[in-house]
């Protein structure tokens, strides 16, 4: 049984009917839901009634504020599972069945998605599940359901935020969300006037945010990375240096000083989602150049536009890319950038190198020929595409071929794993292979060098990483 | 009936493997392959201790102390084979997996022969068929007087003869009796036109399969296409005009 909860002030009445209609149209049918009238509202009661259905139970408080009204009808739910609902929002058909559903693992506390407004495109997506960025800011809607046993309660006492409160408290106590692609339901866009909407005020937001990560005893970090397209690369730094994490940071109120921006794109039609980075406020602004980024400069971005933002961000932005080729790219685009590999954390134990030789294998499609020949000239060595989730230490080396000839993740990654690497990246124990030359010199010298290189000792490569990949440069920066 | 694939290499540790593997793969199982490395200094070597802990009993290995050159190789190769067929293959090619049978085939009716070959760039692609043709045994042998004026007319071609010599196969006592020249005809990789050029004198029987049995690879680093056309040339006349002497 499942018990929605939803709480019930000055609602929009033709919304609230779509609201209770969707919910007694879901092809789920095991539920009960608690309406919660915050005060009373007769015709709120009037539209209860015209359904008829005996699911739809209402109870009234005085009114008290949302929070209150939720605990209210909390404790009339009787169902295991219980969501808290809004009068605005309309849900999908499917909805119930499929996140109820998820609750068949014993691990799960609750489920969440993310959702859409009415009569808009589009909607706020949610993201995987992760306690550590939840804590840099709340990604999951209020209206999601959990088990009853993990549920906190709302907490009346804070002015804004509740929903953040009581998924960081499920998760305090040790609660796991699990997180389903897609979108739930729609809402009502919301009033200018509500916490959600656009003309709050900064002060009073940060307030808020400020009462909430004193409750959870969460930092106030100064350092914000962010990152559209590379964001668990943006997480992974922003772990290492001790920063927050924002996909976008200016979207909400923030007093952050500095901005790092991994990966930042030019491109006319996206370029207002970095705009964060000229916010005159900051103290520091970094930007990370990506090869996707740097590939869009040489490839599809006008003159005029390069030499416009050129200059905004030579002026008041560090720019790093991550090897000499970029850096060549991007001076000769007009850019004042430096060399700083993106730092990577020290995994710590180095594997021997397997006994039978195995090679990670990532390229890009127009080295696709060239590696599917390669792989019949060294029939003594195993070659497997690279994913995310193979065990590194069941290899020994990465074979990597990039059009953009730079250092990548999963090269670091390897590096500093003291695994090998065959590669046309002109940096340190990269095994370099010259790309332009003929293609028939150009495969003799792969395939020699990689079995050269296959089961090469690499404690030099690792200490040079190790040093060249720690936060420490970057740290310096930011002091 | 035993066919022997023999394979000279240098220095083509990228692909030998290839070679190798497309010898593995015949149609015809009853074969021996050959393999004659030439002093490489590349990593052929290491692929050599791999091919041979594989348990593939039809490998047979040499390795010359030093450089020997490719006839050498090739002589060296039909010498210890003991197919009743030779096959011709070149370390940077392809056999097709029914080479060794069509080749069986064609050799119950003449004494040598030869097939299509399909061209292919370093890493395998395909650029097109070289269709075997008959073979004009009297044009072959006609002394070159005027190379000078053949080469400006960029008709280098029809002194080629048409045979992609890594399609070649012949009965074991011929490839006995015409072992391939070595020193400069072997250095300007003429060897195989030499060979050829004396068999016909001699009234060897041609035949031809129409068939692609081999992948032939371009690459940048053939002899072919390193050496000069005009030292070719002026060798080739001058074995045609002691063809014409013996004659």
């Not at chain 1, 018990?3 to 609602?11: D, E, K, M, Q, T």
């Not at chain 2, 197919?83 to 997996?97: F, H, R, Y």
């Not at chain 2, 195989?192 to 060897?204: A, E, F, H, N, P």
Request: proline share 5%; with cysteine.
């Amino acid at each position: 049984m499942v018990s929605l909860i939803i709480p019930v002030y000055r609602p929009d009445y033709e919304v609230f009917k779509k609201c209770l209609k969707s919910l007694i149209t879901q092809s789920f049918k095991e539920w009960e839901a608690v309406i919660a009238l915050d005060g009373p509202d007769n015709a709120a009661r009037i539209i209860v009634d015209g359904f008829t259905d005996k699911r739809l139970k209402v109870v009234e408080k005085a009114q008290g504020g949302a929070p209150a009204a939720r605990n209210e009808g909390f404790k009339h739910a009787t169902g295991e599972i219980v969501w808290f609902w809004d009068c605005d929002c309309v849900i999908e058909p499917d909805t119930c069945m499929t996140l109820v559903k998820e609750f068949d693992n014993k691990d799960v506390a609750f489920v969440y998605s993310g959702y859409k407004f009415l009569g808009e495109n589009g909607g706020i997506p949610a993201e995987p599940f992760d306690p550590w960025t939840l804590k840099c800011g709340n990604y999951i809607s209020t209206c999601f359901p959990m088990r009853k046993e993990a549920f906190p309660g709302f907490d009346e006492s804070l002015k804004a935020f509740q929903d953040w409160d009581l998924w960081l408290t499920i998760v305090e106590r040790g609660g796991k969300g699990l997180f389903v692609p897609g979108y739930a339901f729609s809402t009502k866009v919301p009033d200018a006037q509500s916490i959600s909407g656009r003309n709050f005020q900064k002060d009073t937001w940060l307030d808020r945010v400020a009462a909430v990560k004193n409750k959870h005893n969460l930092p106030d970090r100064k350092v914000c990375v962010s990152s559209q397209d590379h964001k668990a690369e943006g997480i992974r730094l922003a772990k290492l240096i001790d920063a927050d994490y924002k996909d976008v940071p200016n979207y909400k109120p923030n007093d952050y000083d500095t901005i790092i921006q991994v990966g930042f794109s030019l491109h006319p039609g996206r370029i207002r989602t970095f705009s964060g980075i000229f916010n005159q406020a900051l103290k520091k602004k970094i930007i990370f150049w990506t090869r996707e980024n740097i590939q869009e400069i040489q490839n599809t971005i006008s003159h005029k536009a390069l030499t416009s933002y050129t200059s905004a961000l030579n002026h008041s932005v560090v720019q790093f890319v991550e090897d000499l080729y970029a850096k060549e790219i991007m001076e000769s685009a007009g850019f004042k950038v430096a060399i700083l590999p993106m730092p990577l954390e020290n995994t710590g134990d180095i594997a021997p190198l397997p006994a039978t030789p195995k090679i990670l294998v990532d390229i890009t499609d127009d080295y696709r020929q060239l590696v599917a020949c390669l792989c019949h000239s060294l029939p003594e060595i195993q070659f497997e595409h690279m994913d995310e989730n193979k065990p590194i230490n069941d290899y020994n080396a990465i074979l990597s071929l990039n059009t953009e000839r730079t250092m990548s993740f999963n090269v670091k990654r390897m590096l500093l794993c003291g695994k090998n690497v065959i590669s046309n990246i002109q940096s340190p124990f990269c095994g370099y292979v010259d790309v332009n030359s003929e293609i028939g010199k150009y495969m003799s010298e792969l395939v020699d060098a990689t079995r050269k290189r296959v089961n090469k000792d690499t404690s030099a490569a690792v200490a040079y990483y190790k040093n060249q990949l720690s936060p420490n440069k970057l740290q310096e920066i930011l002091k | 009936m035993k066919v022997s694939f023999v394979i000279p290499t240098f220095n083509h540790a990228a692909w030998l493997p290839h070679a190798v593997k497309s010898c593995q793969e015949q149609t015809h199982k009853d074969i021996e392959i050959v393999i004659i490395d030439d002093f490489s200094t590349d990593t052929t070597n290491q692929y050599i201790d791999w091919l041979l802990k594989q348990g593939d009993t039809r490998i047979v290995y040499k390795r010359n102390e030093k450089n020997m050159g490719r006839s050498y190789c090739r002589n060296l190769g039909n010498k210890i084979s003991i197919g009743e067929i030779t096959c011709v293959l070149d370390s940077d090619d392809v056999a097709a997996p029914d080479r060794a049978i069509l080749t069986m085939k064609k050799l119950t009716k003449c004494q040598v022969c030869y097939g299509s070959a399909t061209a292919m760039n370093a890493i395998g692609l395909s650029l097109g068929e070289i269709t075997a043709r008959p073979l004009n045994v009297p044009a072959s042998l006609t002394p070159i007087t005027n190379w000078r004026d053949d080469l400006e007319k960029g008709i280098v071609e029809l002194r080629e003869n048409g045979i992609v010599h890594s399609t070649m196969g012949y009965l074991r006592d011929i490839a006995l009796k015409y072992p391939y020249a070595e020193g400069n005809i072997s250095d300007l990789g003429i060897d195989d036109w030499d060979q050829q050029i004396r068999m016909m004198r001699d009234g060897v029987i041609f035949d031809y399969i129409p068939d692609s049995i081999c992948a032939y690879r371009r690459h940048g680093e053939g002899i072919s296409q390193t050496r000069d056309p005009i030292e070719v040339m002026k060798l080739k006349a001058s074995i045609l005009e002691g063809v014409k002497c013996s004659q």
